[in-house]
């Protein structure tokens, strides 16, 4: 965790100059997102993330996946979360969640203000059908999500 | 290791300073789990995934991804991004047999 300390420290210098210095996007990227163990279901997942917080469901965050996936090594998967990006108010990460692969996290997206827009699009693999969910982090330490259920014809794992 | 094919492409290609448009990031890779067993051999493959893809504008990070297996393979990344003013975005991206690799392209605002 040598890495991770390393990133506190300049954290913390970051920190020390932003109250004279104006904001900038390094300042306001957020910190490393909690890493856990490779495999872990979808609670244990949520909560390394959350730190225990409420998961709420919103209209704010808007998740586009086919309802049915003839290939499931390739699902496209688009999400936009409405935000103005201010440095006051922002969406500061995104997290992508396939809850039932072995490893059900897919992507965590940390934003700053510079994206001018919360988006994120890829292509996931989804071993079978299952629902895939997205978690938005807002600067206000609200936490959004949005779901949606996936058919998969074809599994996408091994 | 060889440099992976690796291209940033910038929607749309025309654009003014101030505006937002949609930074596209593909890389061929072959993002295995560990988990896939090899049709001929019957080996296990062994897994071979990004795990951190970072932005960076003028060499200030503003967007930084974790990337696990569940990703498709030879992904494409796709964010947002307000163009301030000309200048170069680079992209860093890290593996987790410690592979690092880097593509840039220049921004050139019209107007």
Known sequence: MQRRSFLQRIGLAAAATAATATLT??????????????????????????????VTPSKK???????????????????????????DDYVKAIHVFATKNSNVRCADIMLTPANGAAMF????????????LVVAETSTGEFLSAKQSVKVTIGGCG | MAERKSLIKIKPKKFKSGDV????????????TGMRKD??????????????????????????????????????????????????????????????????????PKG
Not at chain 1, 121 to 132: E, F, M, N, Y
């Open chain 1, 25 to 54: 996007p390094q300042s306001l990227l957020a910190a490393e997102a909690p890493k856990g163990p490779n495999t872990m279901d979808i609670d244990a997942a949520l909560k390394a993330i959350t730190g225990g917080k409420a």
């Open chain 1, 61 to 87: 965050v808007h998740l586009k996946a086919p309802e049915i996936a003839e290939n499931g090594a390739v699902v496209p998967v688009t999400i936009e979360v409405d935000s103005p990006m201010t440095p």
């Open chain 1, 121 to 132: 699009a890829t292509r996931i693999k989804l071993g079978s059908s299952q629902d895939v």
């Open chain 2, 39 to 108: 049709k001929k051999s019957g080996k296990i493959v062994p897994a071979d995934y990004i795990t951190e893809v970072k932005f960076f504008f003028n060499d200030t990070p503003f967007t930084t991804m974790q990337v696990w297996e569940s990703v498709s393979t030879n992904p494409v990344f796709t964010i947002n991004f307000k163009v301030p003013a000309a200048g170069t975005l680079k992209v860093v991206y890290k593996t987790n047999t410690g592979e690092v690799q880097e593509k840039s392209k220049k921004l050139k």
């Open chain 2, 21 to 32: 448009v949609k930074v596209n990031f593909m890389v061929m890779h072959p993002m295995e």
